[in-house]
């Protein structure tokens, strides 16, 4: 792993280490040639860094000059516990702190402290997203949920002041209902795109397309308008 403050920019992928509070959690960090913003990923319950549909998204980002962080939301000793346990992938108000500490960590680097900042979750990365964005509004310009539960942000969702993007499949009826519960909460510039034919997890022909494209409109909308945050941010950022 490339240390932390070692960033290298090209448009290759870095394999990084991250300073997430007490712990180190491994990332893949990727910045485009004459990118303005990066988006950072929180992935779903019982996934990682390594989720194909969340690489392929980071891939279409980057290929309109959007940085992407990808990285594990759990040490490797904290998955191994996780996968006898299930304790820690629901446990929001923790994975919204470990995604504030790597916020933390990103903005804190010299390298990256002039990029705009966005998040991506999927499932229940999506409400540890929420959270972290409404802890962190003069920082966070932009969010945007996969296939996502936002209704498990609770009450942070009215402190949301990031522009948000909800993108459900059609097919996908419990969570299309708790997204719309979600929605009619936020407060902040919000959106609804249901993608007809695709289930939850976007497997059919065209459907992670669709979300690709949604979510790299959204950002290049967004992100260009958004706050730069530079060097130390409060817990009231």
Request: glycine share 10%; net charge neutral.
């Amino acid at each position: 792993m490339t240390p932390a403050r070692k960033v290298l920019r090209g448009g290759g992928q870095t394999e990084i280490s991250i300073e997430a509070g007490a712990v180190t959690l491994d990332g893949t960090l990727a910045v485009p040639d004459r990118a303005v913003a990066i988006a950072l990923f929180a992935h779903g319950s019982g996934s990682s860094r390594h989720s194909p549909r969340n690489r392929y998204v980071a891939q279409v980002l980057q290929s309109q000059g959007i940085g992407t962080l990808l990285f594990d939301l759990l040490t490797r000793e904290e998955e191994a516990i996780d996968e006898i346990s299930g304790e820690l992938r629901f446990n929001i108000p923790f994975l919204a702190t470990r995604l504030t500490d790597v916020t933390r960590w990103l903005i804190e680097l010299p390298d990256l402290q002039r990029f705009y900042i966005g998040y991506f979750g999927a499932s229940t990365g999506a409400a540890a997203a929420l959270v972290a964005a409404s802890k962190l509004p003069k920082a966070i310009g932009a969010v945007v949920s996969r296939g996502g539960r936002p209704d498990l942000a609770g009450s942070s969702l009215a402190s949301v002041q990031a522009p948000t993007l909800l993108i459900v499949g059609g097919e996908d009826q419990p969570v299309i209902a708790m997204n719309q519960e979600a929605l009619a909460q936020l407060r902040c510039e919000k959106k609804l795109v249901i993608v007809p034919g695709a289930t939850h997890l976007f497997e059919e022909p065209g459907s992670l397309e669709e979300v690709s494209r949604l979510a790299s409109e959204w950002f290049k909308q967004h992100l260009a308008a958004a706050p730069k945050p530079s060097g130390r941010i409060s817990a009231s950022s």
